[in-house]
């Protein structure tokens, strides 16, 4: 099992920053993608940034140019720079980490309110 817990979300205004963290505990051997997602009220949740095996990145085109993702394995964490922040870009976000093909897990999920 692995636990995911989150943290840096808040009220900021619109073109301020925040980072997010992740935290994983439990048994982590393996964990090789993890990932942002993000879900706004009324709508599905979506993926905003993963980074597999640590190196490589996407991120969704909306956020492109604005967010970074990085993962920090000696601490067992992984960010989300967040620039340049929109009123759409209001949600809660949540840490995900997958094992292999089947083995996946979720955070409680951190909110992010963007005012303009």
């Known amino acids: 099992q692995v636990h995911l817990v989150e943290s840096g979300g808040g009220l900021v205004q619109a073109g301020g920053s925040l980072r997010l963290s992740c935290v994983a505990s439990?048994?982590?051997?393996?964990?090789?993608?993890m990932a942002w997602y993000r879900q706004a009220p009324g709508k599905e949740r979506e993926l905003v940034a993963r980074i597999i095996d640590g190196l490589s990145t996407n991120y969704v085109d909306s956020v492109k140019g604005r967010f970074t993702i990085s993962r920090d394995n000696a601490k067992d964490r992984v960010y989300l720079q967040m620039n340049s922040l929109k009123p759409e870009d209001t949600a809660v976000y949540y840490c995900h980490a997958r094992r292999g093909l089947f083995d996946e897990y979720w955070g409680q999920g951190t909110q992010v309110t963007v005012s303009s």
């Open positions: 439990g048994n982590i051997f393996g964990i090789n993608a």
